[in-house]
T-cell receptor
């Protein structure tokens, strides 16, 4: 499985934007970039995903580098409820359909 | 809409005892997953079902773990006998199809003494 690299932790202040980076230099042409987050004592929650183009939804934006070897999850205005572990995952579009391989993720702390 | 339901939420057992976890996926979701999450780590896939068929169980320790998804809806994950190292959170997830986003339940926290 292709690997992703994320910082262990990041901090932000409430109502400020947060940019969570992810490196995936071994990404293949059929891999989608998925982001999930896990709040304390809960199961992971889908945030956003993309293939080549930047994506926006009600939760966040995903900026994908032109060579697809890195991406950035953008939370436009962090709230205390955004404090969670954020996982960047390469979702195989080929024979390994359906397999999410989680890394250790980035622990995001949001200060009031 | 109800989410993925898991029970029990917490379970404490002594080593060598059997234990079972139950999962009810979101209605209409064909794909069901069981994950194991150790403290401080990301979830790891144990098994994936497409309807009743286990299509990926390569990470399931088959000497002590078993799973079933009768009628392609609810699923049960069993450990027999449990070992100290099995203490973890067991997560169930479901999706419409394998390529769609996965919806996770709250998990069952297992403590083996």
């Amino acid at each position: 499985d292709a690997k992703t690299t994320q910082p262990n932790s990041m901090e932000s202040n409430e109502e400020e934007p947060v940019h969570l980076p992810c490196n995936h230099s071994t990404i293949s042409g059929t891999d989608y970039i998925h982001w999930y987050r896990q709040l304390p004592s809960q199961g992971p929650e889908y945030v956003i995903h993309g293939l080549t183009s930047n994506v926006n939804n009600r939760m966040a934006s995903l900026a994908i580098a032109e060579d697809r070897k890195s991406s950035t999850l953008i939370l436009h205005r962090a709230t205390l409820r955004d404090a969670a572990v954020y996982y960047c995952i390469l979702f195989a579009g080929g024979t390994s359909y359906g397999k999410l391989t989680f890394g250790q993720g980035t622990i995001l702390t949001v200060h009031p | 809409e109800a989410g993925v339901v898991q029970s029990p939420r917490y379970k404490i057992i002594e080593k060598k005892q059997p234990v079972a976890f139950w999962c009810n996926p979101i209605s209409g979701h064909n794909t069901l997953y069981w994950y194991l999450q150790n403290l401080g780590q990301g979830p790891e896939l144990l098994i994936r079902y497409e309807n009743e068929e286990a299509v990926d169980d390569s990470q399931l320790p088959k000497d002590r773990f078993s799973a079933e998804r009768l009628k392609g809806v609810d699923s049960t994950l069993k450990i027999q006998p449990a070992e100290l190292g099995d203490s973890a959170v067991y997560l169930c997830a479901s999706s419409l199809e394998s390529v769609n986003e996965q919806f996770f339940g709250p998990g069952t926290r297992l403590t083996v003494l």
